[in-house]
């Protein structure tokens, strides 16, 4: 049932109005989405709590970065 221009906000369907989905689309993407690794500079870092991230391409887990100062 999920539209792709919905992406991870079709799960509310029509609910909360247009712009603050649009808003959840733009927040979920950096949460959920793949990040630059600062040690070995590959695109594999992920998400796995509030500021911790991890490496599944050199293992490696730090913290950092809890907010993004873009949105
Ligand atoms: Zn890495």
Redesign the pocket.
């Given at each position: 049932m999920a539209l792709k221009k919905l992406g991870s906000a079709g799960r509310f369907g029509s609910r909360y109005g247009r712009k603050i989905r649009q808003k959840v689309i733009a927040v979920e993407k950096v949460l959920y989405g793949k990040h630059k690794?600062p040690?070995?500079k590959?695109n594999?870092?992920k998400r796995v709590s509030n500021g911790i991230w991890y490496?599944n391409?050199?293992n490696?887990k730090y913290a950092g970065k809890a907010y993004d100062n873009k949105l």
């Open positions: 690794c040690y070995c590959k594999g870092v490496c391409k050199c490696s």
